[in-house]
């Protein structure tokens, strides 16, 4: 069965300091991976997607995802964190029929001053 | 211009009462996702539909679970007698297309408790 690991539940890091999330997927081809963020009150919103080509992807407020089939991973980054960024990240695979996405069960990122 | 957006944005209910969420897509979208967010996880998928027919219902935990979308925009998740374990967010999003290559627009979210 398809599913998405993302091990680190809590991350805290100092503004300015650099970021990386982790995810893990377990399917039997290459999936479309996603990273959303949540926050408080608002809705889920992309940041990036891959669906094939080059593995390093570039997504909205600077963050970037780097695809590593051999891995399993599509871990996201950022290099200078800002406090607007704490809030909950989400990783996510999708299929190319059906289109339902598989989350996994996010981390929560908070910001030191 | 106007995104997803879901009525009522809480509702508390009574285990047993039988409860309707609605979703309302962005025009044009002829895909539309429930999701069902519990406390500290991510989105499960709970049904899909293309158009007015549902393509995969997969994701209902059970038959108390019932989800409609007649003219193929607005969609009702129905939820009949109403168990605790059902207190969670349930999310809506809507995509131009019913593949992963079209991006899913989320809603707020309905958060539902039952008492």
């Known amino acids: 069965a398809q599913s998405v690991t993302q091990p680190d539940i809590h991350i805290t890091v100092s503004e300015g300091a650099s970021l990386e999330l982790r995810c893990n997927y377990s399917y039997g081809a290459t999936p479309y991976l996603f990273w959303y963020v949540q926050s408080p009150g608002q809705g889920l919103q992309l940041l990036l997607k891959?669906?094939?080509?080059?593995?390093l992807v570039q997504g909205i407020k600077g963050f970037e995802a780097e695809f590593k089939r051999s891995q399993s991973s599509f871990n996201l980054r950022k290099p200078s964190v800002h406090w607007s960024d704490a809030a909950e990240y989400f990783c996510a695979v999708g299929f190319n029929q059906g289109g339902k996405l598989i989350f996994g069960q996010g981390t929560e990122l908070s910001v030191k001053p | 211009g106007a995104g997803v957006s879901q009525t009522p944005s809480n509702k508390v209910t009574e285990k047993g009462k039988y409860v309707e969420l609605r979703c309302d897509p962005i025009s044009g979208h002829t895909a539309l996702y429930w999701y069902r967010q519990s406390l500290g996880q991510g989105p499960e998928f709970l049904i899909y539909?293309?158009?007015?027919?549902?393509?995969?219902d997969s994701g209902l935990p059970n038959d108390r679970f019932f989800a409609v979308r007649p003219e193929g925009s607005v969609s009702t998740l129905k939820i009949q007698r109403t168990e605790r374990g059902d207190s969670a967010v349930y999310l809506c999003?809507?995509?131009?297309?019913?593949?992963?290559?079209?991006?899913?627009?989320f809603g707020p979210g309905t958060r539902l408790t039952v008492l």
């Open positions: 539909f293309q158009g007015t027919g549902a393509a995969d």
């Open positions: 891959y669906f094939s080509g080059d593995t």
């Open positions: 999003a809507s995509s131009l297309g019913p593949t992963s290559a079209n991006e899913q627009f």
